[in-house]
């Protein structure tokens, strides 16, 4: 009797899983004839997924036999990237934003149905796709993006994916995902830059022993509108290749694909460098303006300053702190050096005019004190023959004469004009002080150059100290800023040439 109740026992519990699975199978058609009771291709086809589903484990990855190929091994998981848009591409966070369709396919000979369940051939095509519903469950690969920081599936208005059995056990998975990357970025040539930026996934949990990535034919496919979506980037060019990641738990294969982003340089020109070197310009308007004028010239100088020191923090303040100079920073750097030159350049002027000004001053004392001696001596003559003095000084002490004396003292002065003038002498045979005040011989004999030069270096020693640094200002300060820009343009040009061949 009790062998009986044990023997009965074991029976029911054989036949407790095969009933479980025909209710499971069951529940499905009853499913898929609820949703499709109008369309008969789609009831056939959940009717065929939900018989090749009665002793599925979707646990349990394929055993990777193909139609060409019947031993078992690696799952062959072919797959290819449909780039929608990359956007918003953070230097100071390292990362991107790529859009992108997600596709893969392998073979899973659990789920062919040519001849499945005793269907005929002739009742499905060839190489003929049935959708497999969103709760249906089959195994798919764990593939996870590697330098993945964030990321989200489409679900807008439902679900962006779908999952498709071809009749010869293909399955085909598409996703649409949008992802935030990590991009490792060298800026030593920010903003004249590119980047070169990676998308790379492999298996999460399968080695190379259980699953193996290959790229689809065409691999790689970038929408049209990929490049509208970056403002400051355009996508100069791609390639894809394979990997293979180690770790302590074992080899997995993965695949990557670099992205290389030029970066376009006309929003910075517009931005930056023109109104930078505009700045640069206006701080040296100071130097035409007079050396007397500190209300208007320390303002210019010292607005420009922070103007340009303003945009340089507007800058880096969107760009990662690193221990290298930039090409932006060398740029802005000049500029700001530029400008505070300009504002030193007019306290050494400051300085000079000040000290010239007093000097004049002891020197104007000094002449009222000969003066007052000169008209006092009875030997007028005589003493003016031994004096030099300037014009105006020439005048005051006529005025300041009787008027019985006019015509001696005037002749006393041309003489003494006459002495300081001299004969006209060569070129290499001046006498340090000597000026010129008639160029005519020099003209004669065909120096016409030596002339323009003689002649502006007599206006400019006429001139104060202050003045004349002005004047040196004027023209040292453009001639280097043109030289700085000669250089730092080849330099950098020269290196995205090289960069691009």
Same mark, same amino acid.
């Given at each position: ?28 058609? *009853?499913? $898929? ?13 959940? &009717? ?13 990855? %394929?055993?990777?036999?193909? /139609? ?72 798919? %690969? ?33 996703? *649409? ?13 920010? /903003? ?25 034919? /065409?691999?790689? @496919? ?48 517009? @931005? ?35 103007? &340009? ?10 760009? %990662?702190?690193?221990?290298? $100079? ?23 002027? =400051? ?133 700085? =820009? ?16």
């Amino acid at each position: 009797m009790k062998t009986q109740l044990c023997v009965s026992l074991l029976l029911t519990l054989s036949l407790f899983p095969t009933n479980a699975k025909k209710a499971k199978t069951k529940s499905c058609k *009853r499913t $898929a004839f609820s949703r499709h009771t109008t369309n008969y291709q789609a009831w056939r086809e959940q &009717m065929t997924v939900c018989d090749l589903l009665q002793d599925y484990d979707a646990a349990v990855r %394929p055993s990777g036999r193909t /139609p060409y190929n019947d031993t078992r091994g690696a799952v062959i998981v072919t797959t290819s990237l449909n780039i929608r848009s990359i956007s918003a591409v953070s230097e100071k966070n390292m990362e991107f934003v790529a859009q992108f369709r997600f596709r893969q396919e392998w073979y899973d000979d659990r789920l062919r149905f040519i001849e499945h369940q005793g269907l005929l051939s002739s009742d499905y095509r060839n190489f003929e796709f049935i959708h497999v519903a969103r709760d249906q469950s089959l195994w798919i %690969p764990d593939t996870f993006f590697q330098n993945e920081k964030n990321g989200w599936y489409h679900m807008l208005n439902q679900e962006n994916r779908f999952l498709k059995i071809r009749s010869d056990g293909k399955l085909i998975y598409d996703r *649409r995902l949008t992802l935030h990357l990590a991009c490792s970025m060298h800026l030593s040539r920010y /903003p004249m830059d590119h980047q070169n930026c990676e998308i790379a996934f492999a298996s999460y949990a399968y080695t190379t022993a259980d699953i193996e990535y290959i790229w689809d034919v /065409p691999a790689i @496919q970038i929408h049209e509108g990929a490049n509208g979506a970056l403002p400051n980037f355009e996508i100069a060019s791609f390639k894809n290749g394979s990997c293979t990641s180690k770790t302590n738990t074992g080899t997995y294969s993965c695949l990557k694909v670099e992205i290389r982003l030029n970066r376009v340089f006309s929003f910075f020109l517009l @931005q930056l460098y023109i109104p930078s070197s505009m700045l640069v310009g206006v701080a040296w308007v100071s130097y035409w303006i007079d050396w007397k004028s500190t209300a208007a010239r320390v303002p210019l100088a010292i607005v420009t300053l922070l103007t &340009m020191i303003t945009t340089s923090h507007a800058i880096n303040s969107n760009l %990662p702190p690193v221990s290298y $100079a930039k090409s932006i920073d060398i740029w802005v750097g000049a500029c700001v050096v530029f400008i505070f030159f300009s504002l030193i350049e007019y306290a050494v002027v =400051n300085y000079m005019g000040i000290l010239d000004e007093h000097r004049q001053m002891k020197k104007a004392a000094c002449n009222r004190s000969r003066l007052s001696n000169v008209i006092d001596n009875d030997n007028f003559g005589e003493s003016l023959q031994s004096l030099t003095f300037s014009p105006q000084e020439k005048k005051r002490l006529i005025r300041r004469r009787p008027k019985k004396n006019m015509e001696m003292q005037e002749g006393d002065f041309e003489a003494i004009e006459m002495v300081d003038r001299g004969p006209p002498r060569s070129a290499g045979l001046m006498e340090e002080g000597w000026t010129f005040h008639d160029t005519t011989d020099l003209v004669y004999i065909g120096q016409r150059k030596r002339v323009e030069l003689v002649r502006w270096c007599s206006v400019l020693s006429s001139r104060g100290r202050a003045e004349r640094i002005d004047i040196i200002a004027r023209i040292i300060f453009p001639i280097a800023f043109i030289l700085f =820009n000669f250089a730092y343009w080849s330099i950098y040009l020269e290196e995205e040439d090289l960069d691009e061949s």
